[in-house]
């Protein structure tokens, strides 16, 4: 558990901030980051808050089976609103395991506290001392995703790899870094574990802007696979590389810690604010520039581009359970739009000769597999680049036949993002 002591917390404001967090988390892509800095989050106590955030993430991360356990014993569901104060009540009894009398009471008081809910104290208080004296199977795999993208995931798949994704996403992911330079006594200093490519799993619990050399930007927070793009470009002193939708900035920090030249655009001024930060702590260089990349009127070409194109993120839920609450099936082919835009806009930016990697941190092949095969018949003089067994750290398992990588989540030992990676050579 992640927080000190939940009996003791019968406070009302830490759960009605778990309530804010879990309404913005699941009414829009970005909410959950938004619910977390809400007022009502940043008014709690430490301890209380720790408490809110783990409560929000619980309830997200299992929200599949609890919803199922939910509708069973619902004949006719409350204004959306009671749902969720349902939703966390039954995330305290089931996953944090609050004692049922805390958790029944403390839920019951938050419906009261709702415009309109004292009418739903009663049902507030059938709903969960049932779930209480009969505990539903939280760990079902197949209850963990919304139905839609479990059934594209076994599509695209099987039934087993769908199961095994699904199966992490109840779980608590470990934080990835990357280290500026050499690891040296970074691992230690950080109880890592070193992964293959030089991710270094952190021990440590808690902020990370404490741990041992943030402060002194020996290292940056980025998950596994999301560190492998950026490495299969292999660039260095010398070379010239584009970083095109760059924010926040973990694969820039790369290519610039790698020696490169680097240009680093993205769309938003405010999200490039965080790269220039990144770049200031970690005492590396970059341009920066705020623009469309698909319409960057800029005409230089460089070595290496790198586009890690928007997507529907579906590949990041063990961070972001919200993202598969918030997306829907009309996203992807939204989103599969603009990536073949940019990914043309990407390919018009590398020198003849040069490399282009694509990525995008989405399970979902119209985003990956289908977009690369889409460009490829666009672009005669594009080719893939196939990607060797164990290049760039990533894991045995995702190496395609044709050389692109399918990183799924269960692929290293512990979890990691899911993600769609491939090299492409533009023909000199
Ligand atoms: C997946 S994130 C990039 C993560 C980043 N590469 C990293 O490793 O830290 C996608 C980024 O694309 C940016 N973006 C979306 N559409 C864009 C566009 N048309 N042109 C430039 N940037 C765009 C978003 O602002 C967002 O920062």
């Excluded at 404001?13 to 989050?41: C, N, Y």
């Excluded at 490039?272 to 990349?293: I, M, P, Q």
Aim: proline residues 8%; contains cysteine; glycine residues 10%.
């Amino acid at each position: 558990m992640t927080h000190a002591e939940p009996n003791d917390i019968r406070g009302l404001p830490a759960r009605a901030a778990a309530l804010e967090v879990l309404t913005a988390a699941l009414a829009r892509r970005g909410g959950l980051d938004e619910g977390l800095s809400h007022p009502s989050m940043a008014r709690l106590e430490p301890r209380d808050r720790a408490f809110a955030r783990a409560l929000a993430m619980a309830t997200l991360r299992r929200l599949g089976p609890i919803d199922a356990a939910l509708q069973a014993r619902l004949k006719k569901p409350p204004p959306e609103r009671i749902v969720n104060v349902l939703r966390l009540g039954a995330a305290q009894l089931l996953v944090l395991k609050v004692a049922p009398h805390a958790a029944v009471g403390a839920t019951v008081d938050l419906a009261a506290a709702q415009k309109g809910g004292g009418a739903f104290k009663g049902l507030v208080n059938a709903v969960l001392r049932g779930l209480s004296r009969e505990p539903p199977d939280l760990d079902d795999p197949v209850s963990m995703a919304p139905v839609w993208l479990f059934a594209r995931w076994r599509a695209a798949y099987g039934e087993a790899e769908a199961q095994a994704i699904a199966g992490l996403i109840a779980a608590e992911p470990a934080t990835d870094v990357t280290p500026k330079g050499e690891a040296g006594d970074l691992a230690a200093a950080l109880e890592a574990e070193i992964l293959p490519g030089g991710t270094l799993r952190v021990g440590l619990k808690g902020e990370v802007t404490g741990w041992p050399g943030f402060a002194e930007g020996r290292w940056w927070v980025q998950d596994a696979s999301a560190a492998v793009p950026a490495r299969l470009l292999a660039v260095g002193p010398g070379h010239t590389a584009l970083d095109l939708c760059a924010a926040p900035g973990g694969k820039t920090l790369q290519l610039a810690a790698a020696g490169a030249s680097v240009t680093a655009v993205d769309r938003s001024e405010a999200r490039l604010k965080r790269v220039r930060e990144n770049l200031a702590r970690t005492g590396l260089s970059a341009e920066t520039v705020a623009a469309d990349a698909a319409a960057w009127g800029d005409r230089r070409t460089f070595d290496a581009v790198l586009l890690d194109a928007p997507c529907s993120a579906t590949g990041t839920f063990r961070r972001h359970p919200d993202v598969l609450w918030a997306a829907s099936p009309a996203d992807i082919p939204k989103l599969a739009a603009v990536q073949a835009r940019l990914l043309d806009s990407a390919a018009g930016r590398v020198k003849p000769g040069g490399r282009m990697v694509y990525c995008v941190c989405s399970l979902e092949p119209e985003e990956g597999e289908g977009q690369v095969a889409a460009f490829l018949q666009r672009r005669p003089g594009f080719a893939l680049d196939p990607i060797g067994p164990g290049e760039g750290g990533a894991p045995e398992a995702s190496l395609r036949p044709d050389g692109t990588l399918r990183i799924l989540p269960h692929h290293m030992p512990g979890g990691t993002d899911g993600f769609y990676v491939a090299r492409l050579r533009r023909h000199a």
